[in-house]
């Protein structure tokens, strides 16, 4: 099974803790034992793994990739489309997570939880959320 996680992103790069909601997939998916795969269906946008208790993490992440990205660096790709630094954060990054599903919950770390970086907002981003049972 599959679901969509519509969401409006409030600024031009942030991070969002999306773990409740995928969380809820979960539980609406009733797998006890499986894989759950999140993926963000967008170029300037990534998913990752990490910790979500402090927000200063998603703060640092975005920080750190600002730094070392520079927003204007004679990219080919501003040429055409003025968002290449957008593309490039969110290709280190990644676009998706694949998380075990252990009795019916989230195989997840005491500190772990699921980041959706926006590098190009705001605006709505959809992520898609594949539920697959360890036993088809
Ligand atoms: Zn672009």
Known sequence: M??????????AEHAIDIT???LAVVS???????LCQV????????VVVNETADGNIGT?????L???????NDWLHDLK????????KASILGPSELLPIEKGELLLGTWQGIWLLEFDGPR??????HIIPAHA
């Open 124 to 129: 709505q981003r959809r992520v898609a959320v």
């Open 2 to 11: 599959a679901e969509i996680i519509t969401l409006e992103t409030r600024e």
């Open 66 to 72: 600002q730094a070392v990205i520079p927003t204007r």
């Open 81 to 88: 489309d003025d968002n290449a630094h957008s593309h490039l």
């Open 28 to 34: 609406r998916s009733g797998i006890e034992s499986g």
């Open 20 to 22: 409740s909601e995928v």
């Open 60 to 64: 640092d992440i975005v920080s750190a």
């Open 39 to 46: 993926m963000v269906l967008h170029t300037t946008a990534a």
